[in-house]
């Protein structure tokens, strides 16, 4: 039965007709408002150019001829109208290369074939949700450019916001960071263990920011844990409220247990971040003991990272925050970023 609610446009790329046909059914009866299909990566990507309104959701192939799936992924993600529009992988590929290569491209989502009706409306439920958090959002920028004009428009940010920031190693935004934590709960790939990382007294520093100096301050601070994770085998998010989430595949569990927390503590150290009044910031930063796969297997991805949050906050409740200036911060000049 159609859902009143549920109505996306919907382009679904697969270079096998049958499979397009059943999607196109099965899309229509869940209700949503449009099904377009293309059957080639070329096709789709002239699909989305020519569309009067953007897609509200992308269904894409793996194995396609000429140019695949993983390729359109990252082609879509360049067009500045799709940076978040939510891309579900949906292939017969299972194994982790394709999963790390597509969830890298900017894939929110990974489905394998055969697949069940209740599955896909649960993963198209999640897209519209990331639909109307976006389409908020811009209702609320809009309304502030009308109020303040352009030239003066801070971007919507609310210190409870996950982020995503663009071209940065290892990070996914957070909805494609739960999802893939889930790949490796169904698919019993290789897992490293999870663990939350909180800026201390963010709150104090989100009060003296105006909105962009905040999303940079931010910026910088996932470049330094970018910086200092082997990314290849690592990934990380920001969930909002001061927490970014790390996660460590394919054997990697050795990087939480060689001072991970200092080296990115001393990357931020190394950084001189200041205020528009001069005023260095001192960010500090506590880490939770690193979560296990028997939290994953268990319990699932959301359990995993609650019990790496509550211990973080446990950590920070337990100790006296002193920030004191390293004696190496006199001996060498860091990059010096003033936010304004």
């Known amino acids: 039965m159609a859902n009143e609610d549920f109505e996306m446009r919907v ?20 209700g949503c408002k449009e099904v377009t299909t293309a059957e080639s990566a070329e096709d789709a990507l002239h699909k989305i150019r020519e569309a009067a309104v953007p897609f509200d959701c992308l269904l894409l192939d793996i194995q396609m001829p000429q140019v695949d799936g993983i390729e359109l992924c990252g082609a879509v993600r360049r067009l500045p109208q799709y940076k978040r529009c939510p891309i579900i992988m949906l292939t017969a590929m299972s194994e982790r290369e394709y999963i790390d290569r597509a969830f890298a491209a900017g894939a929110t989502d990974y489905m394998t074939k055969p697949f069940e009706t209740l599955e896909l409306n649960a993963r198209l439920q999640m897209a519209l949700r990331l639909n109307r958090e976006i389409r908020s959002k811009q209702e609320v920028e809009k309304a502030l450019a009308a109020y303040v004009g352009e030239k003066d428009l801070e971007p919507a940010v609310d210190i409870e916001d996950a982020l995503s920031f663009e071209d940065m ?54 470049d330094a844990i970018s910086e200092t994770l082997p990314w290849e085998d690592c990934r990380f998010s920001y969930a909002g409220g001061g927490y970014f989430l790390i996660l460590a595949v394919n054997g990697a569990r050795p990087v939480f247990e060689n001072g991970l927390s200092d080296a990115i503590q001393g990357a931020l150290d190394d950084m001189d971040l200041r205020y528009r009044d001069g005023e260095r910031i001192m960010p500090m930063v506590v ?51 003033v936010y304004h």
Request: charged share 25%; proline share 3%; hydrophobic share 50%.
């Open 287 to 337: 880490m939770s003991d690193v979560k296990s796969r028997s939290i994953l297997s268990a319990a699932g991805s959301e359990a995993l990272i609650e019990a790496a949050v509550k211990d973080v906050e446990l950590k920070i409740a337990g100790q006296t925050r002193v920030r004191i200036v390293p004696a190496s911060a006199a001996r060498i000049k860091p990059a010096l970023r």
């Open 169 to 222: 190693p290892g990070h996914l935004d957070l909805d494609a960071f739960r999802n893939y934590v889930g790949q490796l709960r169904v698919r019993d790939l290789v897992f490293g263990g999870l663990a939350a990382l909180k800026i201390v007294e963010v709150g104090a520093i989100f009060s003296r920011m105006k909105s962009r100096d905040y999303l940079n301050f931010l910026a910088d601070i996932g």
């Open 11 to 30: 382009l679904a790329v697969d270079d096998d007709p049958f499979i397009l046909q059943v999607l196109q059914l099965a899309l229509t009866a869940m």
